[in-house]
């Protein structure tokens, strides 16, 4: 392992040194070129031959080949200035340019038949495909690719098209369509013909093969290329270590397959430690996950912990969010393992953000891609008009009354187009612009049909209410006058003394229970605890009073509740808990009720829970007879929340969300 480290250093160096020779070649023969189109190759190459850290010197060597292109109008050397330029930008990670300038290079030689043409073409249409991918264009580069393979298969270029072959290949198995992605990596073998100078793409397209027959669960035919894929390395030269690496990853993967733990772990770690050595990162990662997947199936979630700790690392210094993805998801599912809820709930917090992070970036890059291809068409539509101006203009040389009736006649449809144009655009307009209206007199009445159903919810509560307060005036505190006023008329005036003492002493008693009655019926309107102390003890209080009147069931329990919301909505919060209580009282046949308020921050949390019958959460509309309607209506006015956890034997859980000020 050591020796092919060596040998890698001494290849850079040498590959280094030699690169700097030949730009100085480049540019003296720059200084000795004796014409324009020869300066202007030369001035590509020389961008091409220059180092990452000179890349702004390697963009003006480009833009000045260009101009020699364009002062001699010639249109092969035009399209190689843009094509170049085009990858110049794809490699400073700017898809939007480089797209612009490919199309242009693209456009300048798509009519010409002549070989270089060709051959430009091809490339073009290639690194276009690689731009287009990177911007989520999957469709389009896949045409793009298709349509080179013909120009390629002309050009005689193996080396291009089995790496068109394999793009293609990775396109179908990113996509999981694992048996055409294998299709493309067979015919990029095949292009190859077994050619011992192609032997490191060669075994780099069995490993290809190898990956997705494990995706297939097709094991023998996994072990096959595997094999094949060690047999081609043991050609190659020491350049191909970072195969050794994914090798040895795929290897480990079929070890788990087949339930050999321990060998997949020694394969896992000598591709680990074959990337580490070389700084592969996404070897590393790859092998990283593996071997901390293999820990967790074995238990061992320590290790695999500190594996997923690493690779986290890793994946945030990578452009691919999938890494990130995979990291937060493993450590999730390892601190739970590993008792540790708060953890797990951490990184799945952070797992949700970076999703939704990323599904907005698809979005923006979309709109981008929309408005980079809004600008290329304009772009192509002012070179069309071009084009045809120039046309005109050697017409013109030749018969100018033929110009002149050419004139009148491109005039009057300019006119006759313009002015379908601007009528088209003016009714497109109107159209909008009722569209816009319809959907805001459509919002506007959606909006107040749910006021109405508010308040229809709320005056149904306070008629409820008013009903529930009226039957216990009628039934509690006017029975017990009417008895009152019964005895007392019952006392003849020449009763005893003792006799009549008796029944002054009944009545008083019963006067007694009606003033607690209306005291209750008082304290059910409007609790003058809740008014003094607020909500918390309001609850506790309220609790407390149906324990007194036999209900023994019910715990009441508050947190860290400061009671500095506004009177009104701790009213409303009192009436959801009462209705939630007498709920649970009345139909859940419970044998525990928990009643739980806590606050945290500005966010206060009401919870009812009873071990009662429960019901089915999924009959919707069916749950309104139950004054779930009622609750809803009053959560809605907090502008609030509410969950509800409930199956049929298992009980019922409540919770009312909400901030303590509006």
């Given at each position: 392992?050591?020796?092919?480290?060596?040998?890698?250093?001494?290849?850079?160096?040498?590959?280094?040194?030699?690169?700097?020779?030949?730009?100085?070649?480049?540019?003296?023969?720059?200084?000795?070129?004796?014409?324009?189109?020869?300066?202007?190759?030369?001035?590509?190459?020389?961008?091409?031959?220059?180092?990452?850290?000179?890349?702004?010197?390697?963009?003006?060597?480009?833009?000045?080949?260009?101009?020699?292109?364009?002062?001699?109008?010639?249109?092969?050397?035009?399209?190689?200035?843009?094509?170049s330029i085009g990858n110049w930008y794809e490699n400073s990670y700017d898809p939007v340019q480089a797209e612009k300038h490919l199309l242009l290079a693209k456009e300048y030689v798509l009519k010409d038949t002549s070989l270089e043409a060709r051959k430009i073409l091809a490339?073009?249409?290639?690194?276009?495909?690689?731009?287009?991918?990177?911007?989520?264009?999957?469709?389009?580069?896949?045409?793009?690719?298709?349509?080179?393979?013909?120009?390629?298969?002309?050009?005689?270029?193996?080396?291009?098209?089995?790496?068109?072959?394999?793009?293609?290949?990775?396109?179908?198995?990113?996509?999981?369509?694992?048996?055409?992605?294998?299709?493309?990596?067979?015919?990029?073998?095949?292009?190859?013909?077994?050619?011992?100078?192609?032997?490191?793409?060669?075994?780099?397209?069995?490993?290809?093969?190898?990956?997705?027959?494990?995706?297939?669960?097709?094991?023998?035919?996994?072990?096959?290329?595997?094999?094949?894929?060690?047999?081609?390395?043991?050609?190659?030269?020491?350049?191909?270590?970072?195969?050794?690496?994914?090798?040895?990853?795929?290897?480990?993967?079929?070890?788990?397959?087949?339930?050999?733990?321990?060998?997949?772990?020694?394969?896992?770690?000598?591709?680990?430690?074959?990337?580490?050595?070389?700084?592969?990162?996404?070897?590393?990662?790859?092998?990283?996950?593996?071997?901390?997947?293999?820990?967790?199936?074995?238990?061992?979630?320590?290790?695999?912990?500190?594996?997923?700790?690493?690779?986290?690392?890793?994946?945030?210094?990578?452009?691919?969010?999938?890494?990130?993805?995979?990291?937060?998801?493993?450590?999730?599912?390892?601190?739970?393992?590993?008792?540790?809820?708060?953890?797990?709930?951490?990184?799945?917090?952070?797992?949700?953000?970076?999703?939704?992070?990323?599904?907005?970036?698809?979005?923006?890059?979309?709109?981008?891609?929309?408005?980079?291809?809004?600008?290329?068409?304009?772009?192509?539509?002012?070179?069309?008009?071009?084009?045809?101006?120039?046309?005109?203009?050697?017409?013109?040389?030749?018969?100018?009354?033929?110009?002149?009736?050419?004139?009148?006649?491109?005039?009057?449809?300019?006119?006759?187009?313009?002015?379908?144009?601007?009528?088209?655009?003016?009714?497109?307009?109107?159209?909008?612009?009722?569209?816009?209206?319809?959907?805001?007199?459509?919002?506007?009445?959606?909006?107040?049909?749910?006021?109405?159903?508010?308040?229809?919810?709320?005056?149904?509560?306070?008629?409820?209410?008013?009903?529930?307060?009226?039957?216990?005036?009628?039934?509690?505190?006017?029975?017990?006058?009417?008895?009152?006023?019964?005895?007392?008329?019952?006392?003849?005036?020449?009763?005893?003394?003792?006799?009549?003492?008796?029944?002054?002493?009944?009545?008083?008693?019963?006067?007694?229970?009606?003033?607690?009655?209306?005291?209750?019926?008082?304290?059910?309107?409007?609790?003058?605890?809740?008014?003094?102390?607020?909500?918390?003890?309001?609850?506790?209080?309220?609790?407390?009073?149906?324990?007194?009147?036999?209900?023994?069931?019910?715990?009441?329990?508050?947190?860290?509740?400061?009671?500095?919301?506004?009177?009104?909505?701790?009213?409303?919060?009192?009436?959801?808990?009462?209705?939630?209580?007498?709920?649970?009282?009345?139909?859940?046949?419970?044998?525990?009720?928990?009643?739980?308020?806590?606050?945290?921050?500005?966010?206060?949390?009401?919870?009812?829970?009873?071990?009662?019958?429960?019901?089915?959460?999924?009959?919707?509309?069916?749950?309104?007879?139950?004054?779930?309607?009622?609750?809803?209506?009053?959560?809605?006015?907090?502008?609030?929340?509410?969950?509800?956890?409930?199956?049929?034997?298992?009980?019922?859980?409540?919770?009312?969300?909400?901030?303590?000020?509006?």
């Amino acid at each position: 392992m050591k020796l092919r480290g060596l040998l890698i250093l001494l290849s850079l160096t040498l590959q280094l040194t030699a690169q700097t020779r030949y730009t100085d070649s480049l540019k003296m023969a720059l200084r000795k070129a004796p014409d324009d189109a020869t300066r202007a190759e030369l001035l590509i190459l020389l961008a091409k031959k220059l180092p990452p850290a000179y890349s702004g010197q390697a963009l003006a060597y480009l833009q000045q080949a260009l101009q020699l292109a364009e002062k001699k109008d010639d249109r092969i050397g035009i399209a190689r200035a843009y094509y170049s330029i085009g990858n110049w930008y794809e490699n400073s990670y700017d898809p939007v340019q480089a797209e612009k300038h490919l199309l242009l290079a693209k456009e300048y030689v798509l009519k010409d038949t002549s070989l270089e043409a060709r051959k430009i073409l091809a490339m073009t249409k290639i690194s276009l495909a690689t731009v287009l991918g990177d911007r989520g264009n999957t469709q389009q580069q896949v045409e793009e690719y298709l349509q080179a393979i013909p120009l390629l298969e002309k050009m005689n270029a193996p080396e291009i098209l089995g790496t068109t072959y394999e793009n293609l290949g990775d396109i179908f198995f990113n996509k999981s369509r694992y048996k055409t992605a294998v299709e493309y990596y067979r015919k990029s073998i095949s292009v190859y013909d077994d050619a011992p100078a192609y032997s490191k793409l060669i075994a780099s397209r069995h490993l290809s093969l190898a990956s997705c027959m494990y995706y297939m669960d097709s094991l023998p035919q996994m072990e096959k290329y595997l094999s094949d894929a060690k047999n081609k390395l043991d050609q190659t030269r020491p350049d191909s270590i970072d195969l050794w690496a994914n090798y040895y990853h795929y290897r480990g993967q079929l070890d788990v397959k087949h339930q050999l733990y321990l060998h997949a772990a020694i394969m896992f770690n000598s591709g680990l430690s074959i990337a580490r050595q070389y700084h592969y990162n996404h070897a590393i990662c790859n092998n990283l996950y593996s071997l901390a997947r293999l820990y967790e199936r074995l238990g061992k979630y320590d290790e695999a912990m500190k594996l997923m700790e690493e690779y986290k690392g890793l994946s945030n210094t990578l452009k691919d969010f999938p890494f990130r993805l995979h990291a937060l998801d493993l450590m999730a599912e390892l601190s739970f393992k590993q008792h540790y809820p708060d953890e797990a709930y951490n990184y799945l917090r952070k797992y949700i953000i970076l999703a939704d992070s990323l599904q907005e970036q698809q979005v923006t890059e979309k709109l981008h891609e929309l408005e980079a291809q809004y600008q290329s068409s304009a772009k192509e539509n002012r070179i069309l008009q071009l084009q045809h101006e120039n046309e005109r203009q050697e017409f013109a040389l030749q018969k100018n009354r033929l110009l002149i009736s050419l004139m009148v006649v491109i005039m009057l449809s300019l006119l006759v187009v313009a002015t379908l144009s601007y009528l088209f655009y003016r009714n497109g307009r109107k159209l909008l612009e009722q569209q816009q209206k319809l959907h805001q007199f459509e919002v506007e009445r959606i909006r107040q049909e749910h006021q109405i159903s508010l308040l229809s919810a709320m005056l149904e509560g306070q008629e409820q209410e008013r009903t529930r307060l009226a039957r216990d005036l009628h039934d509690g505190l006017g029975g017990l006058l009417s008895g009152i006023k019964l005895e007392l008329s019952t006392i003849p005036p020449a009763q005893d003394t003792h006799r009549k003492q008796t029944l002054i002493e009944n009545s008083l008693q019963r006067l007694d229970g009606a003033m607690d009655e209306l005291r209750r019926i008082a304290r059910s309107m409007m609790p003058e605890i809740l008014t003094k102390y607020g909500l918390g003890d309001a609850m506790r209080e309220y609790c407390r009073g149906l324990k007194k009147t036999g209900t023994n069931n019910i715990v009441c329990q508050v947190f860290n509740f400061h009671a500095k919301m506004d009177h009104t909505r701790q009213v409303v919060l009192y009436r959801i808990m009462q209705e939630l209580v007498n709920n649970a009282i009345k139909h859940a046949e419970a044998s525990q009720i928990l009643v739980l308020l806590q606050q945290t921050g500005d966010t206060l949390f009401l919870t009812v829970e009873d071990d009662g019958k429960g019901f089915d959460t999924t009959t919707g509309n069916k749950l309104k007879g139950a004054g779930l309607a009622n609750i809803q209506a009053r959560v809605d006015f907090l502008k609030g929340e509410m969950d509800i956890q409930s199956e049929p034997g298992t009980g019922t859980t409540i919770t009312i969300e909400c901030a303590t000020h509006i």
